[in-house]
């Protein structure tokens, strides 16, 4: 027992070491790629990057006057195509879920049959029971039949 007391220190050892040496070689390095990403980004070369990127991002989000469209003209996307579109989406979205929750949006429809009658049980479960009270029949409606 002695014997594997001592070589499971020395494992120990070894890794700890190992985590040590692993956490240097990290800091050396994020250090290293700190200096190099700052020499970059100040150089000339760097800001001239950067001026063109901020360019171009500028250029393509400023909104441009929108053309001007005469009252017959009918609007490119049709309003019925964008409802259709979001409930497509929308619908999606649902069945996405659906199948993240249950596997197969079968295996829901029972879930959501009993959560209904649930709902129903417990909305209506402590309303009082609506009765008439007994009233006499008047004379001209009577019954006639027999």
Do not use: C, H
Request: hydrophobic share 45%.
């Amino acid at each position: 027992m002695r014997i594997i007391s001592r070589s499971l220190e020395e494992a120990e050892i070894l890794v700890a070491q190992e985590r040590a040496g692993v956490g240097r070689d990290f800091a050396l390095w994020r250090d290293a790629t700190k200096n190099r990403v700052v020499a970059q980004a100040t150089s000339l070369r760097g800001i001239g990057i950067a001026a063109a990127v901020v360019g171009l991002l500028a250029t393509v989000l400023v909104k441009r006057r929108p053309r001007r469209f005469a009252r017959n003209d009918e609007p490119a996307i049709k309003p019925e195509t964008k409802r259709k579109g979001i409930a497509a989406i929308l619908g999606g979205l649902a069945m996405t879920g659906l199948r993240m929750r249950y596997g197969n949006p079968w295996k829901a429809v029972p879930v959501f049959l009993t959560w209904g009658r649930d709902q129903y049980a417990r909305r209506y479960a402590n309303r009082p029971v609506r009765t008439r009270d007994a009233r006499a029949v008047p004379p001209m409606r009577m019954d006639r039949r027999g």
